[in-house]
């Protein structure tokens, strides 16, 4: 659980207004200030925080309205967890289609920031699977909203961090599953060209596929790392395999962040030196699978009082090799870089919201602890280097990023602008457009 | 199969309480003000598992609303196994001082209604020789706060009826649970800061499930406000006097 009103980097802090929201069919409260829909607060940045305005707490609207198990069809209320979907549909054969790395999102937050998976480069981002949703604004009108109804304000509000108005509803299409367990293959690497070789080999060949990499590692062993490759399991009885209920939990926050260059070193060597062979293969149940973080309540509270940034870009393919060396070249050598750098190529189909991260290309995802001007200035770095190469950086991850880089990463920013809702606002969308 | 009646079933935890139930494939029958939202609820608890869901509309200080009511939800059940009376309101203390008639009616809301709602269902219960009811009452009603105590004194009726209900029913191998929630986070709360103590409606149902699953007579929802309310109702009056609580 985050502290409600705070995003899970816990940085920036602001301060707002909050109202819970809890009931679909209300008008949004008239109010001078201005308002932004808050779901469950996993973005890592500003752009779930609102200060000086009223967050909408969308949590209190998580009812189900319909779910036909013969076609996987779920419709629900905004608020509604993904967590919450899972626990319903896994036992009639049923899965997310897209799915991020912690199952703790509400739904109108995966709509909000048009969210990817490990399946991007077969399944595309969220948005893909999103059939339809209805959008109040705050003139009280609503509008359906689908691929072909108001297909504007769809584009816009897919990936449009909740800037158009308040999501009601949506309705959205599963994946069908025989089982709740995973096979994965884990294979080890040495290097960000085996990185690149492996990758192409796995996107072919399997659903789910994303890489860690030893962020702290130099000379020879730079970019090592190990590439998971997953699949549904079919159904027999050797997948028969059970989640762990037990759940750890970070009681508190320590005076100063647990992440620094020794334990991170420590870390990144233990864990890639676990896996002895080259490739090993296991079966898993899908939520250490897909949500490993998820089993330690509030993980962020390590990196202590002052929070951490995410850091997540992506590199277009014709430079993605020189890039990405790059970038963690000059990671590594900062000696900052985190617990879990996740290197992922993309997929080529075009995402549907106008704002929408994903592309074609390879994503680079990282935690630093913040340590102020440093980290900034690192953070920097990486921009320009993003930049030159026509990459972007991803807003639901960023509490950083200047307006002009933001401008030149998300050039629709201009026409998305005409369909934000006069009476919505973000922290983020005021720090990278005024 | 159980067959289950929620008297103020759109409150945050009666909500809650409800979907708990539904995931064990309950009928549930839901009574409530507003036909939007029982209507609402009620698709969302077939979803989650519910057998079958009906719904009737009910103002708990409408007399003959609320014979009907209860008539209908006994011929749509059947028998009834459990029922959980959960409606209130938080009324502003404030207000009710200045306010005769808003503090009678605010009674009538968290007090009489409950004790009209409860004689009637100990009748059905009785005749069906079978059966739990349990009630929200309150944390508050164990000792008049300044803060609080008109609220509080509608509880402390319903909590000393419940008692005495308990004792005349249990003859029956009937239960009776006094469910004494300390602060939740509902939408009834929603001006309050919110702290340590609070608790999510989540929490709150299941402790009530599990209650009525063993009979308990009266629980305290966390557990931890039981050893709070004995100490404050054993403060001493001179000092109690000077607490602003």
């Not at chain 1, 549904?232 to 750890?248: F, M, V």
Request: hydrophobic share 40%; proline share 5%.
């Amino acid at each position: 659980m985050t502290a409600i009103g705070q995003s899970w980097g816990r940085y920036p802090r602001t301060n707002q207004q909050l109202v819970p929201w809890t009931n679909r069919h209300a008008e949004l409260k008239q109010t001078d200030l201005k308002q932004l829909p808050y779901g469950n607060g996993r973005s890592y940045g500003d752009s779930c925080l609102n200060d000086g305005g009223v967050l909408l707490h969308t949590r209190g609207t998580d009812r189900l309205i319909a779910f036909d198990p013969r076609t996987g069809v779920l419709t629900c209320e905004s608020g509604v967890l993904f967590a919450e979907i899972l626990d319903l549909v896994v036992t009639q054969g049923w899965f997310l289609p897209v799915t991020p790395g912690t199952r703790y999102v509400t739904i109108g937050g995966a709509i909000a920031n048009d969210v990817h998976g490990k399946n991007h480069h077969r399944a595309g981002s969220f948005g893909h699977h999103l059939l339809a949703f209805e959008l109040l604004r705050s003139d009280g009108s609503r509008l359906r909203c689908s691929p072909t109804e108001n297909a504007e304000w769809f584009a816009a509000t897919l990936g449009g961090l909740g800037l158009t108005g308040l999501i009601t509803w949506a309705s959205v299409q599963l994946r069908r599953i025989s089982s709740p367990a995973m096979v994965v293959e884990s294979h080890k690497f040495g290097s960000l060209p085996e990185f690149f070789a492996l990758s192409k080999v796995a996107n072919q060949d399997d659903e789910y596929v994303v890489a860690w990499i030893d962020c702290v590692a130099r000379g020879s062993s730079l970019g090592r790392g190990l590439l998971s490759s997953g699949n549904h399991a079919p159904a027999s009885a050797e997948t028969r395999i059970a989640g762990k209920k037990g759940r750890l939990r970070i009681p508190v926050t320590p005076p100063l962040s647990l992440i620094n260059p020794l334990s991170l070193r420590a870390f990144n060597a233990l864990y890639y030196h676990r896996q002895r062979q080259q490739v090993s293969r296991t079966i898993a149940h899908y939520e250490p699978y897909f949500y490993p973080l998820d089993s330690i309540g509030e993980w962020n509270r390590i990196y202590g009082p002052r929070g951490f940034l995410q850091y997540q870009c992506v590199i277009p393919p014709a430079v993605a090799e020189t890039v990405t060396t790059a970038l963690v070249k000059a990671i590594s050598a900062s000696g900052k870089g985190s617990f879990l750098a996740v290197l992922k190529q993309f997929g080529e189909l075009p995402s549907l919201g106008m704002l929408s991260f994903p592309r074609p290309g390879t994503t680079l995802a990282l935690d630093f602890p913040n340590e102020g001007e440093r980290t900034h200035s690192l953070l920097d770095r990486l921009d320009d280097m993003v930049a030159e190469a026509g990459g972007a950086v991803y807003p639901a991850k960023d509490a950083r990023m200047p307006g002009h880089r933001f401008r030149q990463y998300f050039p629709a920013w201009e026409s998305f602008s005409r369909f934000i809702d006069p009476r919505f606002s973000s922290s983020f969308w005021r720090r990278v457009t005024e | 199969m159980q067959n289950i009646l929620i008297i103020g079933a759109t409150s945050a935890i009666a909500e809650a309480t409800a979907r708990v139930y539904a995931g064990r494939g309950s009928n549930l029958f839901l009574a409530a003000r507003d036909a939007v939202r029982l209507h609402d609820i009620a698709e969302d608890l077939r979803i989650r598992g519910a057998n079958e869901v009906a719904y009737a509309i009910l103002d708990v200080n409408d007399e003959n609303a609320r014979e009907t009511v209860i008539q209908a939800a006994w011929e749509k059940l059947g028998r009834v196994d459990v029922t959980l009376i959960a409606h209130g309101t938080l009324p502003q203390q404030d207000q009710c001082e200045r306010d005769t008639r808003l503090a009678l009616a605010e009674f009538a809301t968290n007090g009489t209604s409950t004790i009209a709602l409860m004689t009637q269902i100990a009748q059905k219960l009785e005749a069906q020789g079978q059966g739990a009811m349990a009630v929200i009452s309150s944390v508050a009603g164990d000792r008049g706060r300044q803060s609080n105590y008109l609220y509080g004194s509608a509880k402390a009726a319903v909590t000393t009826y419940l008692s005495g209900l308990r004792q005349r029913l249990s003859k029956h191998g009937i239960g009776v649970t006094t469910i004494k929630p300390g602060f939740v986070d509902t939408p009834m709360t929603q001006a309050f800061k919110k702290g340590a103590l609070w608790a999510k409606p989540d929490d709150v149902a299941h402790g009530i499930v599990k209650a009525v699953d063993r009979k308990a007579g009266t629980v305290y929802l966390p557990g931890f406000w039981r050893p709070i309310m004995f100490a404050i109702t054993h403060v001493p009056e001179f000092l109690f006097n000077r607490l602003k609580l």
